[in-house]
């Protein structure tokens, strides 16, 4: 598979964030007596205002976004337990190496994704595009589009690597290329990325003559 870009998710993709994740909502949610597993079962993914919206509806927009403003400080201050997921961090310092494009597309705000891409010990990306820099988060395409956009590609030269369904089906309506890390297997359209890993791990990529990228999988 050729591409000249890549395009990540960082929750569950390139960072584990997952336990700060899950205990930030179900601290929000205790405020409210919402039950847990239905907290956890919609929000991965998606933009928190969208799940604030969701669980909120029917109240008034400004308490919605009084409740975002604390959910993003609840989440932004806690990184215990943030680490790098195997494989991505040897994968981004092979495609600084290489003067591969790259950037991060996730649907955290710039206060969260910032405080757990730096407690990751992450490379810098060229391009961060944060839920701040779309006006429809995913499952819409804009967010990979616009990271398409601003590494200076078309979507269908760029790989979007993502964990979760909502973020598979954003990259496919961009129309781009897409390698699904663990994602749930019953996920809508899982059968059309180019990849389904459980690891970024044995991800092999060789910069070619015209600059593509070759990307396979070491078995």
């Known amino acids: 598979m050729l591409c000249k870009g890549f395009l990540f998710d960082l929750d569950g993709t390139l960072v584990d964030s ?42 008034p927009e400004e308490e919605i976004l009084a409740e975002f403003t604390l959910l993003e400080r609840i989440e932004a201050t806690d990184t215990n337990g943030i680490v790098a997921l195997p494989g991505a961090l040897e994968l981004l310092n092979s495609l600084e190496q290489h003067h591969i494009p790259w950037a991060i597309v996730t649907s955290g705000s710039v206060p969260v994704a910032h ?22 988060g995913k499952p ?6 616009l990271g398409a956009e601003l590494l200076g590609l078309m979507p269908q030269d760029c790989m979007v690597v993502e964990d979760a369904a909502a973020g598979v089906l954003s990259g496919l309506a961009a129309g781009c290329r897409v390698m699904a890390v663990n ?5 809508p359209r899982l059968a059309e990325v180019d990849f389904n890993l459980t690891t970024l791990t044995n991800v092999v990529i060789e910069k070619q003559p015209d600059d593509t990228v070759r990307v396979s999988i070491n078995a």
């Open 115 to 136: 405080a757990r891409h730096k407690a990751a010990g992450l490379p810098l990306p060229e391009v961060f595009v944060t839920a701040e820099r779309v006006k429809r």
């Open 183 to 187: 994602v749930p297997q019953d996920a």
């Open 18 to 59: 997952l336990p700060v994740v899950e205990r930030s909502w179900c601290q929000w949610a205790d405020r409210f007596g919402i039950n847990h597993d239905e907290i956890l079962n919609y929000i991965h993914g998606k933009q928190a205002i969208t799940s604030l919206r969701h669980f909120l509806a029917g109240r």
């Open 140 to 145: 819409e395409p804009d967010a990979y589009l």
